[in-house]
């Protein structure tokens, strides 16, 4: 139980264009999503809790306008990457909070991104 | 603010012997819980172990085991019989009971040998 799944898990764009990635829940309600970004040998770093029905909180630093989040619905949560320039080329990881356990999360296989 | 430090970079260790992981974290809360995620060349997150601050007896997941020493902040993760599928990054959490956010250390790149 608790899967979380990503899609793509990998995309190629060019600069100046967005793009979506998909994180669901695939057998469990997540009222909570994160989204983490993970730079080559490094550990996560947090840029946004996702609540289903509500605007997404971004942590410090992190530009709003440019990685736009929607959680639509209980087990889907999704980051737009407008405008995309060559330095947001990078691995996307999403989690999910696990129903009933709390504090943990179940995270997404990742998408890497990569912006030419 | 929460913080969670893993001193050891790059670990390695042979085929079958013991190695252990070392996490230190820094809390003002009394309520919380520990983690170690495992992120294998796959990239993956894997959970390990978990932890609940307010339980004393130390978590065990057949060959992982923790030596949580809540005074000293201290949150070790034991690999037993360690096995080339556990060559991985290994990252340490941080989760206060009432935050939804997991704080991350910096990781361990675990190497196996064999």
């Known amino acids: 139980g608790a899967v979380v799944s990503q899609h793509p898990s990998w995309v190629i764009c060019k600069s100046g264009t967005s793009v979506k990635i998909e994180c669901r829940s695939l057998?469990?309600?997540?009222?909570?999503m994160f989204w983490y970004r993970q730079f080559p040998k490094k550990s996560l770093m947090l840029m946004a809790t996702s609540n289903e029905g509500s605007k997404a909180t971004y942590e410090q630093g992190v530009e709003k306008d440019k990685f736009l989040i929607n959680h639509a619905s209980l087990t889907l949560s999704t980051l737009t990457v407008t405008s995309a320039h060559p330095e947001d080329s990078s691995f996307y990881i999403c989690?999910?909070?696990?129903?009933?356990?709390?504090?943990?999360?179940?995270f997404g296989p990742g998408t890497r991104l990569t912006v030419t | 603010a929460q913080t969670v430090t893993q001193s050891q970079p790059e670990m390695s260790v042979q085929e079958a012997e013991t190695v252990t992981l070392s996490c230190t974290y820094d809390t003002s809360e009394s309520d919380y819980y520990l983690f170690w995620y495992k992120q294998p060349p796959s990239r993956q997150m894997i959970l390990v172990i978990r932890?609940?601050?307010?339980?004393?007896q130390n978590a065990t997941e057949n060959r992982f085991s923790v030596n949580f020493q809540k005074a000293a902040k201290s949150f070790s993760l034991k690999i037993s019989d360690s096995q080339l599928g556990d060559a991985a990054m290994y990252f340490c959490a941080y989760i206060w009971f009432g935050n939804e956010k997991l704080t991350f250390g910096t990781g361990t790149r675990l190497t196996i040998i064999p």
């Open positions: 932890q609940e601050a307010y339980k004393q």
């Open positions: 989690s999910a909070r696990a129903p009933g356990l709390a504090g943990e999360q179940y």
């Open positions: 057998d469990f309600q997540a009222t909570t």
